[in-house]
């Protein structure tokens, strides 16, 4: 199975602050990188696909890039809503697997 | 608007079945570009990616599963189903079903829709 490396696994920044979270992936995965945002207790939603395309509706301050084996999100200006969890996953090869998650908090 | 709601028990015993439905609303679940799946999360933990299913019945799983693990599609219930056997401790965790998307004209896919998750307590 391809493993997912997130890092950090946690950060605190403050509000308008850059923000980068970085995914590497164990082997290429073209561009099939998906990034989630999880808030306590609630089920993940889902920001970015194909490592850049943004959702509709997904603030424009959140951003990926990346290809083959690195990726990464970066939240342009930290807001007090984007304190979550956040994860990458690749769906480029069964079984499709998940970075362990960093945790954003804002100070 | 598009809906998944898991239904089923919370708490299993150990070495008994876990069976979980999920019901679709506002969509049909035999349409193409989608496949149906569940994933888990242990409570304080990540993500893990069960297995999936296309209204034709194919199914993939994850291999660390692959032996205890079955997903079915009811087509005309709209629904589908996880059934995962000999369960321990280790298998506690929310358990989410899942839409994953094509990009439309790619073979891009992503998880577009989750349910709310329903917490699997397995204990004896």
């Known amino acids: 199975a391809i493993q997912m490396t997130q890092s950090p696994s946690s950060l605190s920044a403050s509000v308008g602050d850059r923000v980068t979270i970085t995914c590497r992936a164990s082997?290429?995965?073209?561009?099939?990188l998906g990034w989630y945002q999880q808030k306590p207790g609630k089920a993940p939603k889902v920001l970015i696909y194909?490592?850049?395309s943004l959702l509709s509706g997904v603030p424009s301050r959140f951003s990926g890039s990346g290809s083959g084996t690195d990726f990464t999100l970066t939240i342009s200006s930290l807001q007090p809503e984007d304190s979550a969890t956040y994860y990458c996953?690749?769906?480029?090869?069964?079984?499709?697997?998940f970075g362990g998650g960093t945790k954003v908090e804002i100070k | 608007q598009l809906q998944l709601q898991e239904s089923g028990p919370g708490l299993e015993r150990p070495s008994e079945t876990l069976s979980l439905t999920c019901t679709v609303s506002?969509?049909?679940?035999?349409?193409?570009?989608?496949?149906w799946g569940w994933i888990r999360q242990p409570p304080g933990k990540g993500l893990e990616w069960i297995g999936s299913?296309?209204?034709?019945?194919?199914?993939y799983y994850n291999p660390s599963l692959q032996s205890r693990v079955t997903i079915s599609v009811d087509t005309s219930k709209n629904q589908f189903s996880l059934r995962l056997t000999s369960v321990t401790v280790a298998d506690t965790a929310v358990y989410y079903c899942?839409?994953?998307?094509?990009?439309?004209?790619?073979?891009?896919?992503?998880?577009?829709?989750w349910g709310q998750g329903t917490l699997v307590t397995v204990s004896s």
């Open positions: 506002g969509a049909s679940i035999s349409s193409k570009n989608f496949y």
């Open positions: 299913i296309y209204y034709s019945g194919t199914t």
């Open positions: 082997q290429g995965i073209r561009n099939d």
């Open positions: 996953q690749q769906d480029s090869n069964y079984p499709h697997t």
């Open positions: 899942v839409r994953r998307m094509a990009v439309t004209g790619t073979k891009l896919y992503y998880f577009d829709y």
């Open positions: 194909a490592a850049s």
